[in-house]
T-cell receptor
């Protein structure tokens, strides 16, 4: 079974400071990893994904994430946070090793609320 | 390019009633997945539809059912509503079974918020 853990319920950061949102995962094979962001009363917006290749993945709105296979982590980062980055962030995983029968099943973490203060 | 649209955006039902939620997939997408997001939690996979058939199901009882139509739009039906069914129901579309060119990238709608009293 695949699983995702986001150990922090909330992350507070001052505007202009670096932002990190932590994520660890568990899959039986190689993972597809994703970050999504959710603004209040809205659906999920895709930020970035790791499939294979470079461990550092760059995504939308200046976000990036680093895949670390040995630590089974995929932390989301932004060098300089903005007040508008305040939102709920979800890490998700899909097991590459699972066949098409698994379809598009993504397993999401519980989410981390980011609050960027001016 | 038209994104994923869901209706209704909000609805209130009473316990025991039935509800139908609708989703139009993004242009060019032929696969629809449904997720339930309870308050304060991450989305949970309900099921997926591809070529008008259910393909993959999460840990949800049979009273959760769905349909996919030839134009790839989809419905989620929930019978015998329970209080715990109160949640945001998210529809996501993609192309192909694995989605997003085989990588699982999904495109989500804004969701339908269901309240069961």
């Amino acid at each position: 079974a695949q699983s995702v853990a986001q150990p922090e319920d909330q992350v507070n950061v001052a505007e202009g400071n670096p932002l990190t949102v932590k994520c660890t995962y568990s899959v039986s094979g190689n993972p597809y990893l994703f970050w999504y962001v959710q603004y209040p009363n809205r659906g999920l917006q895709f930020l970035l994904k790791y499939i294979t290749g470079d461990n550092l993945v760059k995504g939308s709105y200046g976000f990036e994430a680093e895949f670390n296979k040995s630590q089974t982590s995929f932390h989301l980062k932004k060098p300089s946070a903005l007040v508008s980055d305040s939102a709920l962030y979800f890490c998700a995983v899909r097991d590459q090793g699972v066949g098409q029968a698994a379809g598009n099943k993504l397993t999401f973490g519980g989410g981390t609320r980011v609050l960027v203060k001016p | 390019e038209t994104g994923v649209t869901q209706s209704p955006t909000h609805l209130i039902k009473t316990r025991g009633q039935q509800v139908t939620l609708r989703c139009s997939s993004q242009s060019g997408h032929n696969t629809v997945s449904w997720y339930q997001q309870a308050l304060g939690q991450g989305p949970q996979f309900i099921f997926q539809y591809y070529r008008e058939e259910e393909n993959g199901r999460g840990n949800f009882p049979p009273r959760f059912s769905g349909l996919q139509f030839p134009n790839y739009s989809s419905e989620l039906n929930v019978n015998a509503l329970e209080l715990d069914d109160s949640a945001l129901y998210l529809c996501a579309s993609s192309f192909g079974l694995a989605g997003g060119g085989g990588t699982g990238e999904l495109f989500f709608g804004e969701g339908s918020r269901l309240t069961v009293l």
